[in-house]
């Protein structure tokens, strides 16, 4: 669950605010309406800082390897691939 306080706010309750994100709650905190911050749970952050150290900018590709079993993810791509239908006919340009 998210709860979204303003900075002020987040000062007021922040003994609030780490009892949920010991509970695993995200709390956003924004300024002049604009998220700037999060407080989240330890767990949270080391899973955050797994993701980021093992496949720092490489796209959703990189998530692949992340699995236990990465043909069972390939299988499911597949599975939604040939669920939207038949690919359209591309065109031919040059006539």
Known sequence: ???????????????????????????????????????????????FERLLAAHPQKGLQSLVGQWDDGDELADEVDRVVVGRGPMREVPDLEH
């Open 1 to 47: 669950m998210r709860k979204t306080l303003t900075a002020a706010q987040a000062k007021t309750h922040f003994a609030e605010s780490l009892r949920r994100a010991e509970a695993g709650d995200v709390v956003e905190i924004t300024r002049y309406g604009k998220p700037v911050a999060a407080i989240v749970g330890a767990e949270a952050l080391e899973q």
